[in-house]
């Protein structure tokens, strides 16, 4: 017989319409959309549909430095989907992501618009297109490629694992917590030992993988990630390369902007929840619309 904090694994798994937690009443077993609902357009040729979550950070961070580096054909607009109220069940944002998850970019600037979902698809993309934030030495490529794709590997284990646990789970559950914990400080020693060798994450070069990196384990660093309680707690102040490359990463202008961006919790004057033009970061944040 199971103890009472034991779970009694069935033969066949069923579905729990509410199965608790932060995101429990939006979590389902299956795809597609559930309500009819197109998505908006804008003027410019790159669309991006997202919240500002640490992946939807990503492609706003990259999106920013490369206006910030004078290309002007990067302009987009960015439309809020908020994920809390189900919004990427939507048939235009399953159309734009069959995945249902933020973020997913639209570019009309081909004859056929094309779709690009997955956040470091879409770093790699924008990359490509605008040939930046691309190291020029093949050694350099070739390390951005790995971390790159590391992040995408080992992230959901800090998302999905520690932070799910840690923050938003119904109960705190210490084997899971346990786990989570073991390997997330695991992935911040790889890191904090990779930077104590170079300035940028892929060597010399500042590109699409430190965008990638940053907003996951930049912020956890800088104990901003889940709380100061997550980064007391996983003692991040003991890796102080990490530690140096966060700071460096968080004073970019671009950065600062690109956190804005689709934002909807924290300080008022810190989130714009839709972006159009550069402009809205001085007009359209939530503090000065409250204010009009």
Not at 80 to 94: A, T
Not at 248 to 272: C, H
Request: hydrophobic share 35%.
């Amino acid at each position: 017989m199971a103890s009472e904090n034991e779970y009694l694994v069935p033969n066949v798994w069923e579905w729990e319409e509410e199965s608790g937690g932060t995101f429990g009443s939006i979590n389902r077993p299956v795809a597609g959309a559930t309500f009819d609902k197109a998505l908006p357009i804008g003027e410019h040729p790159l669309q991006l549909y997202s919240q500002g979550t640490p992946n939807g950070v990503k492609v706003t961070i990259l999106l920013e430095e490369l206006l910030e580096a004078g290309y002007r054909e990067a302009e987009y607009d960015a439309w809020l989907v908020n994920i809390n109220q189900g919004e990427q069940f939507s048939s235009g944002f399953v159309g734009a992501n069959p995945n249902s998850k933020i973020p997913a970019l639209v570019d009309y600037s081909e004859k056929d618009p094309q779709r690009i979902f997955e956040s470091g698809s879409i770093l790699f993309y924008l990359a490509t297109k605008f040939s930046a934030f691309l190291p020029s030495s093949a050694s350099e490529y070739t390390e951005m490629m790995s971390w790159l794709f590391w992040q995408m590997g080992s992230a959901p284990y800090l998302g999905g694992g520690f932070g799910h646990f840690f923050v938003y789970a119904p109960k705190k559950l210490k084997y899971p917590i346990n786990r989570y914990s073991m390997e997330v400080k695991r992935q911040l020693s790889v890191l904090d030992k990779r930077l104590a060798d170079c300035e940028f994450i892929s060597g010399s070069t500042y590109s699409v993988a430190d965008m990638a990196i940053w907003p996951w384990y930049g912020r956890l660093a800088l104990g901003r990630q889940y709380g100061k309680k997550a980064g007391k707690f996983l003692n991040v102040s003991e890796y102080i390369h990490l530690l140096r490359w966060a700071t460096e990463i968080e004073a970019r202008a671009a950065v600062k902007r690109g956190e804005m961006v689709n934002r909807t919790s924290g300080d008022l004057s810190g989130q714009l929840r839709e972006r159009h033009s550069k402009e809205d970061f001085k007009l359209k944040t939530e503090d000065k619309i409250s204010q009009s």
